[in-house]
């Protein structure tokens, strides 16, 4: 019985149209919207490895509905995903962590289709060259109407069809999961200008032995939060602790790192942001998404993030993002029980 052919070296494209990752919906319109995005990730990442020379690194003096001062690659990112998602028509509209409200790209009712986008998470790195992403998720409109509205973004993360995240780390990779058909990493080689598969079927190892969370918040967590962190940190060989910490402080970077290391990742609601830091829709829902999809968990501490009733677009949540064992336990503290 030969090995099965390897599938590792196929492109992204191959691999979207032979409906290798299980499509709930394996209709042309989402295997197009699917490519598109893919080329907003090629077209991305030449702009990141060049933004040095291009003049786009650096603020543009505007601040952006977050309160945050916007970066030129924050803007270019945003611009190249809206102009790709909007040229074949199969997009609807998009809600973006760079648009106050969502924009329509197409009033045909034949659009079905939402995307919500981080276009480039972790900004604060850009100018000193460390990892940055983008996050990405597909949602179906709730009716075959013309246009779209905020209802078909309010939706909870579990009714996604499609998210994943691009991280421009020391390659370029796109991983992206339908939440049926495995987890999956492209990864970019510029020689070609292509994506291709470099590690299909992502599952979480446990007992990673890593954590990631900004320790100079600790100050503003609560007692349970700050219980775990010592438990964490304690000498106990039986249970792999001391874990050893990681933090690079683009969520992409350490959400993907967790996602193949194991371990968890956690940005808990503190003091200062009441309800988190991160953005549920775009940040929170794609990642929970993969990670599920990949025998991992998703939560704020008290609730799966998946299944989160959203009330604004742009609204923050609580996230642990990690293996079973390790988000289980993180839990626990949470409610007392350690
Ligand atoms: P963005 O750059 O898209 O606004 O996201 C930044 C987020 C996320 O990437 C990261 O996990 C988090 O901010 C880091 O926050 P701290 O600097 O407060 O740790
Ligand atoms: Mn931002
Ligand atoms: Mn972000
Ligand atoms: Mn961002």
Redesign the pocket.
Known sequence: QPPAASRVGITLETYILDGMMGFPEATGAFTSLLNQIGLAAKLITSKVRRAGLANILGYTGETNV?G?QVQKLDEVANETLLSSLGRRGHCAAVAS?ELEEPRVLSTDPRARYVVVT?P?????NIDVNIS?GTIFGILRKKEDRAGAEAADFLRPGRELLAAGYVLYGSSTMLVITTGVGGVHGFTYDPTVGEFFLSHENIRIPSGGGLYSI?E??SGRWTEEVRRWNAWVKEEDKGTGRPYACR?V????A?AHRTLLKGGLFA?PADRKNQRG??RLLY?ANPFAFVFEAAGGRATTGSERILDIEPTELHQRVPVVLGGTEEVTLFEEFMRGKR
Do not use: C, F, H
């Not at 402080?249 to 992409?252: D, F, K, N, Y």
């Open positions: 977050q945050e962590e981080d480039l998470d972790g900004s604060s940055i900004n100079g918040n933090y402080g683009s969520l992409v350490d940005y830091k991160l940040e």
